[in-house]
C-alpha cells in the first residue's frame, strides 16, 4: 500500500488506521512495510509525536 504523501493527510491516515486496525505504531509499520523512523520524522516536522499511551499522533 501506497501511504499518502501529504503530511495532513498522512497524520489523518495513520491515525485512523491506528484506532481502527493496529494496537502499536511499529506493528502498523510492520504490516504497510512503512519506515517508522522516516513517518516520525515526517510528523514531527508539522509538531506532531506518536503517543503510545494513546496509540495515535498528537
Known amino acids: ?6 503530511p495532513l493527510i498522512l497524520l489523518s491516515f495513520l491515525n485512523t488506521r491506528l ?7 511499529a506493528e502498523l509499520c ?14 514531527a516536522a508539522l509538531n506532531y509525536e506518536y503517543d503510545a499511551g494513546r496509540n495515535q499522533f498528537v
Open 19 to 25: 484506532r481502527d486496525e493496529y494496537p502499536s505504531l
Open 1 to 6: 500500500m501506497t501511504l499518502p504523501k501529504d
Open 30 to 43: 510492520a504490516s504497510l512495510d512503512a519506515d517508522e523512523t522516516a513517518l516520525r520524522e515526517t510528523l
